[in-house]
């Protein structure tokens, strides 16, 4: 399906984002994808699986995401696909975040997000063609007992999406955003289990999501099967 497509993921070593690298390179894409802290883990995926290639970024320094995406386009004519995937999140009280906390998580979730697409979608634009998925959270969606700062970073996601998709229409790049609900790894091990029992009570589904369910719409949001979906948030919930 994405053969002869180079795929960028930010954020590719974590629980969601090493599935959606694992299932576009296995579906014939050349992936590139960033990871910040846990080389181990890189190196592990681009040992195990063909196609991949990882990218040491720092998101909270600007002038590293534009030094290494340059870096990246001197090895790649174009980018078609991108997936803003990276993400931070603490399990902190309204009344004890502090400003240092505040600035990490929406300069991670925002300005990180903010800065890669914007280094990317150049070339998109050069080439008038692209995909853009953001993942989201349903914390920035719905009345939930959730951190309020990372519920805020995730809110502005949708923005970004709907914003971004009408400017970049006339380029025929397409954004869309995914919005998971409670997924049962990454930063979702951290929900305590009293909270991780009543999101599953509500659920028609009656359980937490899995990555590969949501690196599969993932893969269909980057496909031609969704053509016509655009500026859309995604819900991937069980039914909440």
Do not use: W
Request: hydrophobic share 45%; aromatic share 8%; glycine share 8%.
């Amino acid at each position: 399906m994405f053969q002869n497509k180079t795929v960028f993921v930010s954020g590719g070593t974590g629980y969601i984002g090493s599935a959606i690298v694992k299932k576009f390179a296995k579906a014939g894409a050349s992936v590139f994808f960033s990871y910040n802290r846990n080389k181990e883990a890189a190196d592990k995926i681009t040992a195990e699986i063909l196609n991949t290639h990882s990218i040491k970024i720092d998101l909270l320094n600007i002038e590293d995401i534009k030094l290494k995406i340059s870096e990246l386009y001197k090895k790649l004519e174009k980018i078609d696909i991108l997936i803003n995937n990276a993400g931070a999140s603490q399990v902190m009280p309204f009344a004890l975040i502090e400003e240092d906390d505040f600035d990490y998580i929406i300069d991670t979730n925002i300005k990180g997000t903010f800065f890669v697409t914007k280094e990317i979608v150049r070339k998109m634009i050069k080439f008038r063609s692209g995909v853009i998925v953001n993942i989201g959270s349903i914390a920035g969606q719905r009345m939930l007992e959730v951190p309020v700062h990372y519920a805020l970073s995730k809110a502005a996601i949708s923005g970004f999406t709907m914003s971004l998709a009408v400017e970049l229409k006339k380029f025929n790049i397409r954004v869309n955003s995914i919005v998971p609900g409670l997924i049962d790894g990454g930063i979702s091990k951290a929900i305590p289990e009293e909270l991780r029992a009543d999101f599953n009570k509500h659920c028609a589904l009656g359980r937490g999501g899995k990555s590969d369910e949501v690196a599969d719409l993932a893969i269909f949001l980057a496909s031609e099967k969704s053509s016509y979906i655009n500026g859309q948030n995604i819900f991937i919930d069980g039914g909440i």
